[in-house]
């Protein structure tokens, strides 16, 4: 009977264990099968919990996954800048005035404004541009050359008016932003660096100038024995023409030419190169210095009241003039008409000239107004002998020169007249800079400052 109730203990643990098994085993079974269909509800309460351990230990590090199309930022600025060697592009927004830099990599992707895939060599410092970049890593995913930006490549006639902060392209008018940037070879200049002998690009959106970039600058022309020629002219292909003075310094755009003396009937041509930011000197001293010879000059003034001034001297327009071979200036002027200057070429012993005023219409009110206000206190001036002055005090020791002519040594002055006129400043073993300046027509003396002159060597080696 013991040994009975012993065998049946064991049999009863065995079925139990057993049991046991197929409970568990029955258990997973379940569990696999709501896996494979939708989440159970003991799956959701450990994924619930599963987060809740999660957020209660995510901490942010700052860390983000990007792709090559990843950005959280957009902007149409300037690029203002490149950077190769770091892999970084700079650029200037143009709603706050504030720079930014963003590095570059094989991600980045590039476009013209076209949608055209383009290398960085092929987008220049001074483009406006359409970007996408990451902010939090500070990275550029994209740069296209903005669609809504226009550009005038090779501008080569052009009027910027300082005062009025506009620019005039063609017919077309255009106003200059404190964010307008200016660029010469890939460096920021200043406006007043800008110079009426280089060949500009400009770029803008709607009717605002947003970037110009000096294309072609200029250099410096010196004439070496010249004593003959003073008083005659001197043409320089077909950009410039100027009466030759004593020690002269022409500002020229950069490139070959042809140049032209005349004086009295003699004269000749010569061949020069002028390169940016050099001053080239021009020997004219065998060239052919000609007995003068003269011609009469007929003049059929409309209106026939119009004023006739030749080499800043008012003539008598009702009798024949007779004038030296070579060439002369020629000024008309007329109330209600706009003013006339011109270039006139005396070649033969005789001649005819027709000078016609166009009238001046409303838009032409203004700044015939302004023109006849500075005409008459110019007259006002030299008829009283006292006129106003402009001032160049520094650098100290700096040959002056006003729109090519020779004015003293720094510090200096000389008369003030309104408008846009080019002061240059050289001295030996420096850099020869220009500067375009608007001179006002207020009653008072003005003075300048510029920066010391950069010395020879420091310039090349830049």
């Known amino acids: 009977m013991r040994k009975k109730s012993t065998s049946d203990k064991k049999r009863r643990s065995i079925i139990l264990s057993a049991a046991i098994i197929v409970t568990a085993l029955s258990l997973v079974a379940c569990g696999n099968l709501a896996d494979m269909g939708n989440s159970s509800d003991a799956d959701s309460q450990q994924t619930g919990s599963s987060d809740s351990i999660n957020k209660a230990e995510r901490v942010d590090t700052g860390f983000v996954v990007t792709g ?21 592009v700079t650029f200037l927004n143009l709603d706050i005035g504030r ?16 949608g055209e895939a383009v290398s960085l060599d092929q987008i220049q410092v001074g483009d406006i541009v359409d970007v996408t970049f990451l902010k939090s890593k500070k990275h550029l995913t994209s740069m296209q050359l903005s669609a809504n930006a226009w550009k005038y490549d090779s501008v080569e006639r052009y009027e910027i008016n300082r ?13 200059l932003s404190d964010n307008t940037q200016y660029l010469s070879e890939g460096r920021a200049i200043e406006e007043i660096d800008l110079n009426p002998a280089d060949v500009l690009s400009f770029q803008g959106i709607d009717s605002t100038v947003l970037s110009v970039h000096v294309e072609k600058g200029h250099g410096y022309l010196r004439l070496v024995n010249d004593e003959n020629f003073v008083g005659g002219w001197i043409e320089i292909g077909q950009k410039q023409i100027q009466k030759i003075t004593e020690d002269m310094l022409l500002t020229v755009p950069e490139g070959a030419y042809q140049v032209n003396i005349s004086h009295n009937g003699g004269g000749g041509a010569k061949s020069v190169i002028i390169n940016r930011n050099e ?6 001293g065998d060239l052919t210095v000609a007995e003068a010879k003269y011609g009469m000059v007929l003049f059929s003034l409309n209106p026939s009241n119009a004023k006739l001034y030749i080499d800043g001297s008012e003539v008598d327009p009702s009798q024949p003039i007779t004038l030296e071979y070579g060439i002369h200036q020629i000024i008309a002027k007329a109330d209600g008409y706009k003013s006339l200057t011109q ?6 012993e005789s001649a005819g000239i027709d000078v016609v005023l166009d009238a001046v219409d409303d838009e032409d009110d203004e700044d015939e107004d302004e023109e006849s206000s500075s005409d008459k206190d110019a007259e006002k001036e030299d008829a009283t002998t006292s006129y106003y002055k402009v001032y160049v005090d520094a650098p100290e020791g700096a040959e002056v020169y006003l729109d090519g002519n020779y004015v003293g040594i720094s510090p200096c002055s000389f008369k003030k007249n309104a408008g846009s006129h080019v002061i240059t400043l050289r001295q030996t073993g420096c850099e020869t800079r220009s500067y375009t300046v608007q001179i006002d027509g207020e009653d008072k003396d003005i003075s300048y400052s510029f920066a010391d002159l950069l010395e020879a060597a420091t310039v090349s080696g830049s």
């Open 343 to 348: 270039y006139l070429s005396v070649g033969q």
């Open 163 to 175: 005062i009025r902060q506009e620019v005039t392209i063609g017919s077309e008018i255009y106003k």
């Open 99 to 114: 720079r930014y830099t963003l590095s570059i990599d094989g991600t980045t992707k590039l476009y013209d404004k076209y």
């Open 68 to 88: 090559p199309d990843s950005y959280d930022s957009a902007d149409t600025p300037i690029l203002v800048g490149k950077n190769e060697d770091d892999k970084t």
């Open 279 to 284: 001053e080239t000197l021009l020997d004219i």
